[in-house]
């Protein structure tokens, strides 16, 4: 049992993941920069809680405060161009936080070993969880409120106004702004919001791993991060999910029996799922029915 | 001291001309298609592979090895074309670029499962002791790799301005809808463009393959990000800004890694490139040509 928890933990940090590169992209902004605040998240978060010895709630908050804090600071400057220039710059910025950690060396010593992250060894003995008696269960539900609350959180957004801003911005940014929305303002918030939440599942990420390496923050996690919400599609936040089931759960654990061709495959599969539905798995029309069956009264809108 | 630096620019520019052999190719698809081919780099690792198992089995002429790595990255390069970007031309550009990173998992791992050691030897070019210029040094593989930037980048240039094709490509570029009016095959041009940048690939790949004498599976992921880092430099579709960019690239890597140590290198280009996006000078803003 404890295999499908632990898969249930990677999906659900995956998920968070998704959801921050989702936010973004509903305002027509591609960043491959989600896994360089995820990264950030991850290192500050085990160093809190290793280090300074928080506990481990303060320490995702502060993570999360540290990964939006980075991400509005990078958005600045980085979202004043768009398109393929935003994606290489974004790029580039992922990239120079990898390398950042691959160079970062703060170790102190605790109790005659020495803790903290080691440049290329990475940040091993993350042990939060195993110290204070969680079960591989309990950890599952831990990250899972967490992936419920934001997608509340977003679900909600994304009915407000400002959900209608971000994607009135993402539809057509020249008649969003002649209708008076600062183009700035949104894309920075919704960048902002996306490295809170890429700062979160990091936190989550650094404890359940309990070894991070700068190697697992690079280009392959940024386009993951932008494979979820592409695969589940842009409609609702519930795609996301979808995708990181479908890519966590069944190409990378489900064709695990077929060993060194699973690769192989598994590009396969992603080609053909972006080639029979490039909106993604849950399109309109798959969400009309879907609210058409559940959805009661409420299924009109 | 000034001896170092200038060993140091020499040493940059040998390195800057591999990187601007990439850049070369990379602008044809990203900078006249728009788009990001995210495999450009493993497709070419795929042909320098190609190649590599060939030389191993049959210790071929270093030419025909040429041939078998253009050949490969063709190959690899139609792959990548059809499955990802032919069927994603309009709009969605985002699908496009995850598909093709599907795909260079794919790539990386056929290479691995047949020819699965870590490093292999590839043969050299020829056998040239570095020219020596007064104390210093050059090697004279950078030098035929600078020449062979340059030629294709004229040829490029002959063929975007002085052919039907390059006619044809330019209103593809500008007006995709109107072009197709006008009766130009627009698919079948976004084709040939692309077969045409992963053939330069292939022989980029074949002149920095032969100049390092080793194969490693690494080189698809390095070829992308220095390609991709020396063309943004160089200003976007811009093809003497490419080559420009591959020896700042290149120099300024050198220089770095003398001043700041070995790790330092990349992390100093990426910041670069960051700093050069944002701010936007004018140079870049070029759209081609």
């Known amino acids: 049992m404890d295999f499908y928890f632990g898969l249930a933990q990677i999906i659900g940090v995956h998920t968070l993941l998704g959801l921050s590169a989702y936010i973004v992209l509903l305002t027509g902004q591609v960043s491959m920069a989600q896994a360089g605040f995820f990264a950030v998240g991850a290192y500050a978060a085990g160093m809190l809680t290793v280090l ?3 506990a481990i709630l303060p320490a995702l908050a502060a993570s999360s405060l540290l990964g939006a804090a980075v991400a509005c600071a990078v958005g600045f400057p980085a979202l004043r161009v768009k398109g393929l220039m935003l994606v290489i710059a974004t790029l580039a910025f992922g990239e120079a936080v990898r390398l950042f950690f691959f160079n970062f060396d703060y170790q102190v010593a605790r109790g005659g070993v020495k803790l903290g992250p080691l440049g290329g060894e990475g940040f091993r003995q993350i042990r939060y969880f195993p110290e204070n008696g969680w079960t591989t269960m309990q950890v599952m539900l831990f990250i899972w409120i967490f992936v419920v609350l934001v997608m509340a959180i977003l679900w909600w957004l994304d009915r407000s106004r400002y959900g209608a801003v971000l994607r009135a911005v993402g539809e057509d940014e020249l008649a969003a702004q002649s209708v008076g929305i600062n183009l700035t303002a949104v894309k920075v918030s919704a960048m902002t919001i996306g490295g809170a939440i890429a700062g979160l599942g990091g936190g989550i990420y650094a404890h359940y791993t309990t070894h991070i390496e700068h190697a697992s923050f690079g280009i392959l996690l940024a386009t993951f991060a932008l ?9 609702s936040v519930f795609g996301t999910v979808v995708a990181a089931i479908f890519v966590q759960g ?10 060194d061709w699973r690769n192989l495959l598994f590009g396969a599969l992603i080609v053909l799922a972006m080639n029979l539905r490039p909106k ?3 399109d309109a029309p798959t969400l009309r029915w879907i609210r058409r069956v559940f959805g009661g009264k ?3 809108a | 001291m000034i001896l170092d630096l200038i060993q140091n620019s020499f040493d940059g520019l040998a390195m800057g001309a591999s990187y601007a ?6 602008t044809l698809v990203f900078g006249v298609l728009r788009r990001v081919n995210l495999s450009y780099g493993p497709a070419i690792m795929f042909g320098c592979y190609a190649a590599t198992w060939v030389s191993f089995s049959f210790h071929s002429n270093i030419f025909l090895l040429l041939g078998i790595a253009v050949l490969g990255s063709v190959l690899a390069g139609t792959y990548v074309e059809r499955l990802c970007f032919a069927p994603h031309h ?3 550009a985002i699908a496009a670029m995850v598909a093709s990173f599907a795909l260079w998992m794919q790539f990386e791992e056929v290479v691995t499962l047949v020819m699965p050691k870590h490093l292999y030897d590839f043969p050299p070019m020829f056998d040239a002791e570095p020219l020596a210029i007064g104390p210093l040094s050059l090697r004279a593989e950078a030098l035929v790799m600078l020449a062979c930037a340059l030629a294709i980048c004229f040829a490029l240039h002959r063929m975007l301005y002085r052919s039907r094709f390059g006619l044809a490509l330019r209103a593809v570029t500008d007006a995709p809808v109107a072009a197709q009016l006008a009766g130009i095959n627009v698919p079948r041009v976004l084709l040939l463009v692309f077969l045409l940048a ?5 022989l980029a790949g074949w002149l920095i393959v032969s100049t390092h004498t080793q194969v490693t599976p690494m080189l698809g992921m390095w070829s992308t990000l220095k390609g991709l880092l020396a063309m943004m430099i160089g200003g976007l579709g811009s093809l003497p800004g490419a080559v420009i960019g591959g020896l700042a690239l290149g120099v300024l890597e050198a220089h770095s890694q003398w001043f700041l140590g070995p790790q330092a290198r990349d992390l100093i280009a990426y910041l670069l490139l960051f700093v050069l996006l944002a701010w936007r000078p004018r140079w870049m803003t070029t759209s081609h040509g």
Request: positive net charge.
């Open chain 1, 52 to 54: 300074a010895g928080w």
């Open chain 1, 227 to 235: 494979a979820y919400p592409i695969l589940g599609g842009l409609g």
């Open chain 1, 250 to 259: 069944f190409l990378v654990e489900g064709l695990r029996f077929l060993g």
């Open chain 1, 280 to 282: 993604g798995f849950l």
């Open chain 1, 298 to 300: 409420r299924g009109a």
């Open chain 2, 21 to 26: 052999l990439l850049a070369v190719g990379f």
């Open chain 2, 90 to 92: 309009k709009g969605s």
């Open chain 2, 198 to 202: 992963s053939a330069i690939g292939g």
